[in-house]
């Protein structure tokens, strides 16, 4: 399974980036697909994620109502719309896959960075 993200970059306060993240490899709906992030110093932590087959979402509360997290299964494909960015947001953001079935194998991209700054 190999997941390649897209999207990151330099943004002022209050902008907007999407993350996109393509999974090749694996059937992508067979998957559960999320975002995490980790800010220089700090652990990795969950941002979004998406449960399969049911489409269940969840957000890290930092992150509710301004971050989205989306599929589009014909691409396989998974977003992280994030709008109203502060520089808290500021960090690497990674793709994570996980087979729903056993052995539940897990599946990282290589991140992308995210930079909220003036």
């Known amino acids: 399974v190999q997941l390649v993200e897209s999207g990151g970059g330099l943004v002022q306060p209050g902008g907007s980036l999407r993350l996109s993240c393509v999974v090749s490899?694996?059937?992508?709906?067979?998957?559960?697909m999320s975002w995490h992030r980790q800010a220089p110093g700090k652990e990795r932590e969950l941002v979004a994620v998406?449960?399969?087959?049911?489409?269940?979402?969840n957000y890290a509360d930092s992150v509710k109502g301004r971050f989205t997290i989306s599929t589009d299964n014909a691409r396989n494909t998974v977003y992280l719309q994030m709008n109203s960015l502060n520089p808290e947001d500021t960090a690497v953001y990674y793709c994570?896959?996980?087979?729903?079935?056993?052995?539940?194998?897990?599946?990282w991209g290589q991140g992308t960075q995210v930079t909220v700054a003036s």
């Open positions: 490899g694996f059937t992508f709906g067979n998957l559960h």
């Open positions: 994570k896959a996980q087979r729903i079935t056993w052995p539940q194998s897990e599946y």
């Open positions: 998406i449960w399969r087959p049911s489409g269940w979402v």
